[in-house]
């Protein structure tokens, strides 16, 4: 296909959201095919299901995946409170890159050394995971985490 045709969730051009982490649902609440009350509505979630959530925000909307199915929730009808892993860390298994986004081509922030202690946030792609290292967040390719 065309990459001209293409467009990510919402209409939009740009990069894809990048899932961050779970939240709840405070209320029974719409998952929309967009982020606006004029998108198709794909299903109602009940309230205190967990859904998957993204950094993409807009007109109010977080961009999320409920069980398998992606789609836009009114951010305000999220908690994320309680969905941090309570003291979990991970020690690295070699000198590891910590990177500002969960891919090999994003920015290095900082080399972690062989055995460093790492603090584990609630942020999670395929193959990586977020966190926190002598007081920088970013994300570290879980490979190399045990």
Do not use: C
């Not at 991970?90 to 986004?101: D, K, P, V």
């Amino acid at each position: 296909m065309a990459s001209n045709l293409l467009s990510a969730p919402g209409g939009s051009t740009g990069t894809d959201p990048v899932i961050v982490g779970t939240a709840a649902t405070t209320a029974y609440v719409n998952l929309r095919s967009g982020p606006s009350t004029r998108h198709q509505v794909l299903r109602v979630v009940a309230s205190g299901a967990a859904v998957q959530i993204s950094n993409t925000v807009q007109n109010g909307y977080r961009y999320v995946i409920h069980n398998g199915l992606a789609g836009w929730i009114a951010d305000q009808y999220l908690s994320s409170g309680g969905s941090q892993p309570s003291g979990e860390t991970f020690t690295t298994t070699s000198a590891l890159n910590l990177r500002a986004e969960p891919s090999t081509s994003a920015k290095v922030l900082l080399v972690m050394p062989s055995g460093a202690v790492v603090k584990a946030l609630s942020g999670t792609a395929a193959g990586w995971r977020q966190v926190s290292y002598n007081g920088t967040t970013g994300w570290a390719a879980t490979a190399y985490l045990n």
